[in-house]
């Protein structure tokens, strides 16, 4: 990202200015993140042991609940990454912590893991845009960001869900299944911010809400699993 920090950006189909308040329904909708937030930590403090994990995504789906609310309100190039960096976070995270939670990994290979997994994440899409010829990006409305998340987290459902000798119980199978539901409304909600600018002729609201309000759900689940998994094992 090059040039002026405070340029306006003009991304999503509700905004019609470069005014603060030009996109109150997305500005607003990042409630659902702060919801999430506060709803995902008294679940994990309900199990009345200490999940320090847990509780910091929990934390952290509360800044990609402020971060968002920056980028829609002021919607220029530093709150853009005030907008990206968190939920960027919080997906290496969960990455690192679904390896060691769910397939006991140790430290070291569950970095190593992680990072086998951003490098994949960066170099996707210009892989793609190199073998298509178009941008990835402007076809998907900025969404294709996202797709190795959702192909993760399709991943790591299906390694629960793969027999492993005995060590496939109740919490194992409960788990793969809850996280393969989780991927199935991610990618819902994905649509619903692929199609913003699109459906702009005849909805002027757009559909990004909507991904907010999903993607908040997607947040707390993927938090409640995890805090269950591990009362499960124990």
Known sequence: MTGDWTAP????????????????????????FLVAAALA?????????VDAPAFLL??????????SFLFHTLAVRWSLLADVIPIA????????????????LGLVAALAATLAFAAINIGLEPALDAATGRSMDALTN????????????????????????????????????????????????????TLDRAICPVWPLGTHALWHLL???????LIAIAARYRERRS
Do not use: H, K
Request: net charge positive; with cysteine.
């Open 9 to 32: 950006i003009c991304a999503y189909c509700e905004r019609g200015d470069p005014g603060f308040w030009a996109e109150p329904v997305n500005a607003l909708s990042n409630g659902a």
């Open 41 to 49: 930590a008294w679940r994990v403090r309900r199990a009345g042991t």
């Open 58 to 67: 929990s934390a952290l789906v509360a800044v990609v609940g402020v971060g």
């Open 89 to 104: 976070l919080f997906i290496y995270a969960y990455f690192l912590l679904a390896m060691r939670r769910y397939f006991g």
């Open 142 to 193: 900025g969404s294709i960001g996202y797709a190795p998340a959702i192909l993760a987290l399709a991943g790591v459902a299906a390694g629960l869900l793969v027999p492993q000798g005995c060590r496939l119980g109740p919490a194992r199978r409960e788990a793969g299944r809850a996280l393969l539901g989780v991927a199935l409304l991610f990618a819902v909600s994905l649509a619903f911010r």
């Open 215 to 221: 993607n908040a759900g997607v947040l707390y689940a």
